[in-house]
């Protein structure tokens, strides 16, 4: 791999990771443009590497809340925080479940299927729309609200369905706090991204190439740093009700492929 395409594909991995456009759909839509050759394709040990800088962003961003959250639970009394660790828990059982049981069924749905991902880019976009009209509460989030949100990070496992943007949206149209949901919605893929890393190399699928060492080390620093700014700058955005920029952006690019896939 280039370096050059290592840069390219850390930072768009950082930034998708945690705005609201659908790392997934827009590499579709690249492969589609450009041509499936046009886009390196990553290997499986690059994409390790990439998703584990993304989460060690997101640690870095929330380190306060995450040494908290491990306080708070050694007391082993049933607190605020070990709740919350409950409520993530509680949030990953829909998407191990699609994982683990519907992997391949999710893979068919990848490889060029552009008009699936304009269709999903829509409804990323109402999403985003709806939720950034959402009325300022303190709610946090409860039990129920945990798992129906995981129900939205399973579906944006499809391609063109922002996970942070799904994820996001549900809290916040479910009435809960704008900046408890962003931060909800943060930590609660950090498990998710450290289990599928766990379950690749116990695969034994992974294969390492020691003259790919360059690649790998731009490629993780370039993930961590967009991860970084990402992760902050949406928080941001969340709390000063901007996410209709985004659903803006997700509707024309989703009516853009839309009609790419119709006409041409």
């Known amino acids: 791999m280039e370096i050059i395409d290592a ?23 690249g492969k589609a443009i450009l041509g499936d050759n046009s886009v390196p394709e990553e290997s499986l040990l690059f994409t390790v590497v990439l998703h584990f800088a993304t989460a060690l962003s997101t640690i870095v961003v929330f380190r306060k809340d995450i040494l908290d959250l491990i306080k708070g639970a050694l007391k082993f009394e049933w607190n605020d925080d070990l709740q919350f660790i409950s409520k993530i828990a ?34 990323t976009a109402a999403l985003l729309f709806f939720a950034d009209k959402a009325k300022d509460t303190d709610k946090k989030v409860s039990f129920k609200n945990a798992f129906v949100i995981g129900i939205s990070q399973a579906i944006a496992m499809l391609p063109g369905i922002s996970r942070s943007g799904a994820t996001i949206s549900t809290s916040v149209l479910l009435g809960n706090d704008k ?17 599928k890393i766990a379950k ?28 970084l700014f990402a992760c ?17 952006y997700c509707a024309i690019v989703g009516l853009i492929a839309i009609a790419f896939s119709l006409f041409y």
């Open 232 to 248: 902050t700058w949406m928080i941001s955005l969340v709390k000063k009700s901007k996410l209709t920029y985004f659903a803006i």
């Open 200 to 227: 690749d190399i116990l695969s034994g699928d992974l294969s390492y190439d020691s003259g790919n060492i360059t690649a790998l080390s731009i490629g993780f620093v370039a993930a961590f740093v967009a991860g």
């Open 90 to 123: 509680i949030s990953m059982i829909p998407a191990v479940i699609v994982g683990l049981f519907f992997e391949e069924q999710l893979e068919a749905l990848f490889g060029g299927n552009i008009i699936l991902v304009g269709f999903m880019l829509l409804v």
């Open 179 to 195: 900046t408890k949901a962003a931060r909800f919605s943060f930590l609660m893929v950090v498990p998710l991204i450290f289990g």
């Open 7 to 29: 840069i390219i594909l850390g930072i768009i991995q950082g930034l998708t990771e945690f705005l609201p456009v659908s790392s997934s759909g827009h590499l579709e839509l």
